[in-house]
């Protein structure tokens, strides 16, 4: 691998795959000349999804601060919304939202591989919430969900898509997602050019 090449994870969240944006996608990862060395359509176990997500305190707690924050934000008390103000709590409650979201159809699920990959399609991806993710991004352009109203539903952001955020992140659902002969490297044409 050249010194800075990295392998990141994708998934086409369920809505995605029921919108029809699979090939949208797939295709603005392919123009940009990343490279999908593996794709495959899976209809996830809540054990599966359950084993995706980190488990680890430090996530549940950014989770829930999160929401927290956007509670702050919008007005709303998060002990009327959800009986409590703990991080840790709302982030587990958050944490089985997205079990549920993510096992509500098939999902798409993608190794991409590239120098900064995991920087490159987080980039493309845009920001968690839709009304954050700059247009020309894929939330950006493609989602109108909001936390206050996912939380008020008990689900999700409906963001369309998935991608690891970090090398930690893309390791672990690397090895979780795939097997290394469900990988598939090869060349690209432009590989000459782009480098
Ligand atoms: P991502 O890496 O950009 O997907 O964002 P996170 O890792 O922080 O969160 C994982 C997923 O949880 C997001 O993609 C959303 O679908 C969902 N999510 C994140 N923050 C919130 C929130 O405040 N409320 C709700 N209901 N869902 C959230
Ligand atoms: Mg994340």
């Given at each position: 691998m050249e010194p800075k090449e990295e392998k990141t994870i994708v998934l086409i969240k369920p809505d995605g795959v029921k919108r029809g944006l699979v090939g949208e996608i797939v295709s603005r990862i392919e123009k940009r000349g990343l490279k999908i060395i593996a794709l495959e359509m899976v209809w996830a176990t809540k054990e599966q999804v359950d084993g995706h997500y980190p488990k680890d305190v430090k996530w549940i707690k950014r989770v829930g601060e999160k929401t927290m924050a956007t509670y702050d934000k919008y007005g709303f008390d998060p002990v009327e919304e959800l009986?409590?103000?703990?991080a840790e709590e709302i982030g587990k409650k958050v944490r089985g939202w997205l079990i549920d979201y993510l096992t509500s159809g098939p999902v798409v699920k993608m190794v991409i591989k590239g120098i900064h990959a995991i920087d490159m399609v987080r980039k493309l991806v845009g920001n968690t919430v839709p009304a954050l993710a700059e247009m020309g991004t894929i939330r950006g352009d493609f989602s109108v969900d909001s936390p206050i109203a996912a939380n008020k539903g008990k689900?999700?952001?409906?963001?369309?898509i998935h991608a690891s955020e970090n090398f930690d992140e893309a390791e672990h659902e690397l090895n979780f997602w795939f097997s290394p002969e469900e990988i598939h490297d090869y060349d690209r044409a432009e590989d000459d050019i782009m480098f």
């Open positions: 009986g409590t103000d703990d689900r999700g952001i409906h963001n369309i």
